[in-house]
């Protein structure tokens, strides 16, 4: 009569019959008993596991190295930087923008102190990057585009004081093509 604890559909099987005649043991090497097959897999499965704790503690020891390293390099930087009294948030901004996607940053580089940290604000989460794209980004561009229009509109003011010094009253102004053909039409006639 069969115990509780045995598979009835199953023959009892000895240690050291060859496993390749047994239907669960299809992978056994020819010639190799059961418990030489148990103990060839339970080996594959130990080194397996060992094999990749030891590839986890490397890959953490890996990152936490280049997390001091970065660290490090970003403290160099931050000394290196010198404290500026007129903080330019704009080319803060700007520089956060261009090296939000580079895995090496150039900390040294920053236009001030506060740039750094927003690059690492920006870079923490999807969703501060994402109000960093949307708010941040566009306000930054804006800025930059209406002082570049600012210099280009103050070139353009003292090219023309100089053209007023230079001829002695009105500056010269370009006129259109149009109007330069009439001209030369009344004069010519």
């Known amino acids: 009569m069969p115990n509780d604890t045995e598979k009835p559909d199953l023959p009892e099987e000895d240690p ?9 043991y299809k992978n056994a090497k020819p010639g190799e008993t059961v ?7 339970t080996k594959q499965i130990q080194d397996g596991w060992k094999q990749a704790q030891a590839n986890k503690k490397e890959t953490i020891g890996e990152e936490k190295k280049r997390e001091r390293e970065e660290a490090r390099d970003r403290q160099r930087a931050e000394a290196a930087i010198p404290i500026r009294k007129d903080i330019d948030l704009c080319a803060d901004i700007l ?11 150039r900390w040294g580089k ?7 940290g927003l690059l690492m604000w920006a870079r923490e989460a999807a969703a501060t990057r994402k109000e960093f794209y949307k708010s941040l980004v566009p306000k930054a561009l804006a800025m930059q585009e209406a ?3 600012a210099t ?11 053209e007023k010094k230079k001829t002695g009253g009105e500056p010269v102004e370009d006129l259109p093509l149009g109007e330069v ?6 004069f010519a006639e």
């Open 181 to 186: 053909e009439r001209m030369l039409g009344e």
């Open 110 to 116: 920053a236009p001030s102190r506060g740039a750094p």
């Open 152 to 162: 280009r509109e103050k070139e353009q003011r003292k090219a023309a004081e100089e």
């Open 147 to 149: 002082r570049e229009r």
């Open 16 to 24: 050291n019959s060859p496993a390749e005649q047994n239907p669960r």
């Open 35 to 41: 418990r030489a097959y148990k103990e060839r897999l």
């Open 95 to 105: 520089w956060a923008y261009q090296n939000i996607n580079q895995p090496k940053v």
